[in-house]
């Protein structure tokens, strides 16, 4: 029984050993889950308790290619650092490097600690020689095995753990820094109120560093900053906790930038919302250079249209010289000008023209809308004999001589324009928007006006137009003014070609008088016998007819002298008292022979005497000039003269009874080289009546004419005893 | 130019200027033709309608009451006077110029000279009497 006790005395010390063993290797074990302590102890502790060579853990990773020693205990510092074996062989049967362990017997206990699946692990006892153990030990360490693979698996997870940890904290780290260094202004703000934004966002919204706003103030400062339009409504409609859409678009600062604006929420990987994110990227760069570029745009296409436009009205003017410059028609070469400044340059175009002796001819009037042709056809008619009565546009126009521009004629304005009430009936008829009115100057003279309208395009006069319809009414002036001095000097032509005629006519027949009364002479001093034979009859009436004739050709040049000086405006006046019935009876007296060859008799009728402060002369000479016109056209029937005086005005009448005047050509025998009648029945210069009208407007008078064609013609002179009026009196009755 | 036979009869002279008329009527007369004078182109178709028979007729063109053309018109158009020789007188070649032209056995032009006149009048009358 002692026996049995004794041995199971020391089973039991065998066991509790074995526990307490098992036990300080257990806590040993325990601490491996702590990875920041080395394995070297629990090994060390590993092979003191079982008396092991060395204690090692192995591991094996699927890519590696060979084993490597994790921790070693029992071996010397430069074994650790060697190398195992070759590739793919196992632990359990492997050679080993290690001088220490190189020796015959070797006994080597082998547990895998696998604790990753991919990475093979093992612990390796090396004894010398069979080990001096209990058999339980083999099991004891073979658990604790399972507990070191536990704290290997804890090991490795805590160690990955931390790892990820770290990465973590790099990745966010990281990230701060990349929200730091963008360009855009972020913020987030998270369900739960908290908010985070970067540099870029304090600086855009003011914020001051190191400010930590809540969700709320930032909201009303981003609020406060930003002009959203209306399409991005709901942009800032969130709080925390709450779900919207995203929502994107342009914004402007109240700095003047624009910003991109980007609002959405953030969601975790699940799709669950995170919170809310705003992104601001800043475009002003992109957005003015896009503003300079459609400004560059729109600048060139004004350019553009304005050259356009100037070379438009380039070729308006040069097509409008053509035309002026390519006819004398003027009234004609008008009406196509006004038609070519439609459309382009108005809706109507009319020209108004003075006509000597007609007064203002509408001599064109375009309108663009064919419709309107009938009201154009009644405007154009309305022409009117007196300039200063046309309505108010036209006589202002010419008046002043200045061009308006109205840019808008509003139903006012077109009333002030327009006085008169046809036309006015008429204008608005026509339409009128817009109105500009040139006058035609040539010369100082103002010919004419031409007046461009706007009605039914609805569009307006500016400078540009102003300038070109001065432009166009400058050449039309000068080609109306042109067309006219061809004509004046077409007429003057002409005149002079028949004055030429006339005189020279009138000159040769004195000439011839007095050349056959010379040659007669001379004829008759050769003959032989000479003069003596001669009978004397002739003798004193050729030597009379020289001297006559010589007379008549003084005469004749007197006269062309006198339509010199009248022309000149210099017909002196020598003025004296002269009894006009006088002067009368003494031309009566004078022209006797000149009846008697007429076969005219006189009735003279002249109370004298009738005094007044005249010339002379120029009296003798009308008195003359009328006589002689009423022998010459009196048909051989007697010639009436009558003088009388009323109300200081002396009258003379002299009526004949001959071929008469037609009434067409009453105004007509007082003007240079006129007569009523073919130069080829009646002699003269046709001066006669032109120097009468002169020298009695010289005196202040007058003189008409009352006719009947077959029923001779009464002649009527006015003088006033006064005589003229001195120029101061003239000025003063100018005035 | 072919030589007419010249014929007896007086010379007329339509002229409306009295001083020429004188004056060519009195240097013909010298020479020693016998002149009938008219102022103007009816009074001489009357004398010619009622017999006077002239060599040949010296004729003004521009005249009051009957010119020149209007004579001339008037004589071609009677066979009885047609044949009868007229020299024209014209003032001024311009206005012939502008004028019908005058059918004319000649012309004599203002201011006339003396030596054609009378080699015209030569031409197709004989003077009455010799000169002095």
Same mark, same amino acid.
């Given at each position: 029984?002692?026996?049995?006790?004794?041995?199971?005395?020391?089973?039991?010390?065998?066991?509790?050993?074995?526990?307490?063993?098992?036990?300080?290797?257990?806590?040993?074990?325990?601490?491996?889950?702590?990875?920041?302590?080395?394995?070297?102890?629990?090994?060390?502790?590993?092979?003191?308790?079982?008396?092991?060579?060395?204690?090692?853990?192995?591991?094996?990773?699927?890519?590696?290619?060979?084993?490597?020693?994790?921790?070693?205990?029992?071996?010397?510092?430069?074994?650790?650092?060697?190398?195992?074996?070759?590739?793919?062989?196992?632990?359990?049967?492997?050679?080993?490097?290690?001088?220490?362990?190189?020796?015959?017997?070797?006994?080597?206990?082998?547990?895998?600690?696998?604790?990753?699946?991919?990475?093979?692990?093992?612990?390796?006892?090396?004894?010398?020689?069979?080990?001096?153990?209990?058999?339980?030990?083999?099991?004891?360490?073979?658990?604790?095995?399972?507990?070191?693979?536990?704290?290997?698996?804890?090991?490795?997870?805590?160690?990955?753990?931390?790892?990820?940890?770290?990465?973590?904290?790099?990745?966010?780290?990281?990230?701060?820094?990349?929200?730091?260094?963008?360009?855009?202004?972020?913020?987030?703000?998270?369900?739960?109120?908290?908010?985070?934004?970067?540099?870029?966002?304090?600086?855009?919204?003011?914020?001051?560093?190191?400010?930590?706003?809540?969700?709320?103030?930032?909201?009303?400062?981003?609020?406060?900053?930003?002009?959203?339009?209306?399409?991005?409504?709901?942009?800032?409609?969130?709080?925390?906790?709450?779900?919207?859409?995203?929502?994107?678009?342009?914004?402007?600062?109240?700095?003047?930038?624009?910003?991109?604006?980007?609002?959405?929420?953030?969601?975790?990987?699940?799709?669950?919302?995170?919170?809310?994110?705003?992104?601001?990227?800043?475009?002003?760069?992109?957005?003015?250079?896009?503003?300079?570029?459609?400004?560059?745009?729109?600048?060139?296409?004004?350019?553009?249209?304005?050259?356009?436009?100037?070379?438009?009205?380039?070729?308006?003017?040069?097509?409008?010289?053509?035309?002026?410059?390519?006819?004398?028609?003027?009234?004609?070469?008008?009406?196509?000008?006004?038609?070519?400044?439609?459309?382009?340059?108005?809706?109507?175009?009319?020209?108004?023209?003075?006509?000597?002796?007609?007064?203002?001819?509408?001599?064109?009037?375009?309108?663009?809308?064919?419709?309107?042709?009938?009201?154009?056809?009644?405007?154009?008619?309305?022409?009117?004999?007196?300039?200063?009565?046309?309505?108010?546009?036209?006589?202002?126009?010419?008046?002043?001589?200045?061009?308006?521009?109205?840019?808008?004629?509003?139903?006012?304005?077109?009333?002030?324009?327009?006085?008169?009430?046809?036309?006015?009936?008429?204008?608005?008829?026509?339409?009128?928007?817009?109105?500009?009115?040139?006058?035609?100057?040539?010369?100082?003279?103002?010919?004419?006006?031409?007046?461009?309208?706007?009605?039914?395009?609805?569009?307006?006069?500016?400078?540009?137009?102003?300038?070109?319809?001065?432009?166009?009414?400058?050449?039309?002036?000068?080609?109306?003014?042109?067309?006219?001095?061809?004509?004046?000097?077409?007429?003057?032509?002409?005149?002079?070609?028949?004055?030429?005629?006339?005189?020279?006519?009138?000159?040769?027949?004195?000439?011839?008088?007095?050349?056959?009364?010379?040659?007669?002479?001379?004829?008759?001093?050769?003959?032989?016998?000479?003069?003596?034979?001669?009978?004397?009859?002739?003798?004193?009436?050729?030597?009379?007819?020289?001297?006559?004739?010589?007379?008549?050709?003084?005469?004749?040049?007197?006269?062309?002298?006198?339509?010199?000086?009248?022309?000149?405006?210099?017909?002196?006046?020598?003025?004296?008292?002269?009894?006009?019935?006088?002067?009368?009876?003494?031309?009566?007296?004078?022209?006797?022979?000149?009846?008697?060859?007429?076969?005219?008799?006189?009735?003279?009728?002249?109370?004298?005497?009738?005094?007044?402060?005249?010339?002379?002369?120029?009296?003798?000479?009308?008195?003359?000039?009328?006589?002689?016109?009423?022998?010459?056209?009196?048909?051989?029937?007697?010639?009436?003269?009558?003088?009388?005086?009323?109300?200081?005005?002396?009258?003379?009448?002299?009526?004949?009874?001959?071929?008469?005047?037609?009434?067409?050509?009453?105004?007509?025998?007082?003007?240079?080289?006129?007569?009523?009648?073919?130069?080829?029945?009646?002699?003269?210069?046709?001066?006669?009546?032109?120097?009468?009208?002169?020298?009695?407007?010289?005196?202040?008078?007058?003189?008409?004419?009352?006719?009947?064609?077959?029923?001779?013609?009464?002649?009527?002179?006015?003088?006033?005893?006064?005589?003229?009026?001195?120029?101061?009196?003239?000025?003063?009755?100018?005035? | 130019?072919?030589?007419? &036979?010249? /014929?007896?009869?007086?010379? +007329?002279? @339509?002229?409306?200027?009295?001083?020429? !008329? =004188?004056?060519?009527? $009195?240097?013909?007369?010298?020479?020693?033709?016998?002149?009938?004078?008219?102022?103007?182109?009816?009074?001489?178709?009357?004398?010619?309608?009622?017999?006077?028979?002239?060599? &040949?007729? /010296?004729?003004?063109?521009? +005249?009051? @009451?009957?010119?020149?053309?209007?004579? !001339? =018109?008037?004589?071609? $158009?009677?066979?009885?006077?047609?044949?009868?020789?007229?020299?024209?007188?014209?003032?001024?070649?311009?206005?012939?110029?502008?004028?019908?032209?005058?059918?004319?056995?000649?012309?004599?032009?203002?201011?006339?000279?003396?030596? @054609?006149?009378?080699?015209?009048?030569? !031409?197709?009358?004989?003077?009455?009497?010799?000169?002095?």
């Amino acid at each position: 029984m002692a026996h049995s006790d004794e041995a199971e005395l020391r089973l039991t010390e065998e066991r509790l050993a074995r526990v307490g063993v098992l036990q300080e290797l257990t806590v040993a074990a325990l601490d491996l889950f702590d990875p920041a302590l080395p394995m070297d102890e629990f090994l060390d502790r590993l092979a003191t308790r079982l008396g092991c060579l060395a204690a090692l853990c192995l591991e094996h990773g699927a890519q590696a290619p060979s084993w490597r020693l994790i921790s070693g205990a029992g071996l010397s510092r430069p074994s650790l650092a060697l190398s195992l074996g070759k590739p793919g062989e196992h632990p359990a049967t492997a050679a080993l490097p290690y001088p220490e362990l190189d020796r015959p017997g070797l006994v080597r206990w082998h547990f895998p600690v696998t604790s990753a699946p991919d990475v093979a692990t093992s612990l390796l006892l090396l004894f010398d020689g069979p080990p001096a153990l209990p058999a339980q030990y083999y099991g004891m360490v073979s658990r604790l095995s399972e507990i070191v693979r536990a704290a290997l698996v804890h090991r490795s997870l805590y160690e990955r753990s931390l790892d990820s940890e770290r990465r973590l904290l790099e990745q966010k780290t990281l990230l701060e820094c990349q929200m730091e260094a963008s360009t855009n202004a972020i913020l987030f703000a998270g369900d739960r109120g908290e908010v985070s934004f970067n540099r870029r966002f304090a600086e855009v919204f003011g914020l001051p560093h190191g400010a930590e706003p809540g969700f709320e103030e930032l909201a009303r400062l981003m609020s406060a900053a930003l002009e959203v339009p209306e399409a991005m409504a709901g942009w800032s409609d969130w709080a925390p906790g709450r779900e919207a859409p995203a929502c994107h678009g342009e914004v402007r600062h109240r700095d003047g930038r624009t910003f991109d604006l980007f609002c959405a929420p953030v969601r975790r990987q699940g799709g669950a919302a995170l919170g809310r994110g705003w992104y601001l990227h800043d475009v002003t760069p992109q957005k003015r250079a896009a503003e300079d570029r459609s400004r560059l745009l729109a600048q060139e296409q004004r350019a553009r249209a304005l050259a356009e436009e100037a070379q438009g009205r380039a070729f308006f003017l040069a097509e409008a010289s053509r035309l002026l410059a390519g006819s004398l028609d003027y009234a004609a070469t008008l009406e196509r000008v006004a038609n070519l400044a439609l459309p382009s340059f108005a809706d109507w175009c009319m020209v108004d023209l003075i006509e000597e002796g007609q007064g203002l001819r509408r001599v064109a009037l375009a309108h663009v809308e064919p419709d309107k042709h009938e009201v154009a056809e009644q405007l154009r008619r309305c022409s009117v004999s007196d300039p200063r009565a046309a309505p108010a546009w036209v006589a202002v126009a010419l008046h002043t001589g200045q061009a308006q521009l109205h840019p808008v004629v509003g139903a006012q304005t077109l009333r002030e324009l327009c006085d008169d009430e046809a036309h006015l009936a008429l204008l608005q008829q026509l339409g009128v928007g817009a109105m500009l009115v040139v006058p035609l100057t040539a010369r100082g003279r103002r010919l004419g006006v031409i007046t461009l309208g706007y009605g039914s395009s609805g569009r307006s006069y500016g400078e540009a137009d102003l300038t070109l319809a001065e432009d166009l009414a400058c050449r039309a002036a000068l080609a109306v003014d042109n067309a006219r001095l061809y004509g004046q000097m077409q007429e003057a032509v002409r005149n002079r070609d028949e004055f030429l005629s006339i005189a020279s006519h009138e000159l040769r027949t004195p000439v011839t008088s007095l050349r056959l009364a010379a040659q007669g002479l001379l004829r008759m001093a050769r003959a032989p016998g000479g003069f003596e034979k001669a009978p004397a009859s002739f003798l004193g009436a050729s030597l009379e007819t020289a001297v006559r004739q010589a007379n008549r050709m003084a005469a004749l040049i007197d006269k062309l002298l006198d339509l010199s000086r009248i022309r000149a405006g210099r017909l002196d006046l020598q003025l004296e008292q002269v009894d006009l019935a006088e002067v009368v009876r003494e031309i009566c007296a004078q022209t006797a022979e000149e009846r008697a060859h007429a076969g005219c008799e006189l009735e003279l009728t002249a109370e004298g005497p009738v005094v007044g402060r005249w010339d002379r002369g120029r009296l003798e000479q009308v008195v003359a000039n009328l006589l002689s016109n009423a022998c010459k056209y009196g048909a051989g029937r007697p010639v009436k003269v009558t003088l009388s005086c009323e109300a200081a005005v002396a009258r003379l009448e002299v009526a004949d009874q001959g071929i008469g005047i037609p009434a067409e050509s009453q105004e007509r025998i007082f003007e240079r080289f006129e007569r009523a009648v073919s130069a080829s029945h009646y002699a003269g210069l046709g001066l006669g009546l032109y120097i009468v009208r002169r020298v009695l407007d010289a005196l202040g008078g007058k003189v008409g004419v009352a006719s009947q064609p077959g029923a001779g013609a009464i002649f009527r002179i006015e003088l006033p005893l006064a005589g003229p009026e001195t120029s101061a009196q003239a000025q003063r009755g100018a005035a | 130019m072919q030589q007419r &036979v010249r /014929l007896p009869g007086p010379v +007329m002279l @339509v002229e409306d200027d009295p001083d020429i !008329r =004188a004056m060519i009527s $009195q240097l013909l007369e010298l020479e020693g033709y016998r002149v009938v004078a008219f102022a103007n182109g009816v009074e001489a178709l009357r004398e010619l309608r009622a017999g006077l028979s002239p060599a &040949v007729i /010296l004729l003004d063109l521009m +005249m009051p @009451v009957m010119n020149g053309w209007q004579f !001339r =018109a008037e004589q071609t $158009q009677d066979p009885r006077l047609a044949a009868i020789p007229v020299v024209v007188i014209s003032g001024d070649g311009r206005v012939s110029d502008k004028s019908p032209q005058v059918e004319a056995d000649g012309y004599l032009r203002k201011p006339i000279d003396l030596d @054609v006149l009378l080699a015209a009048v030569a !031409r197709f009358a004989l003077p009455e009497s010799a000169a002095s």
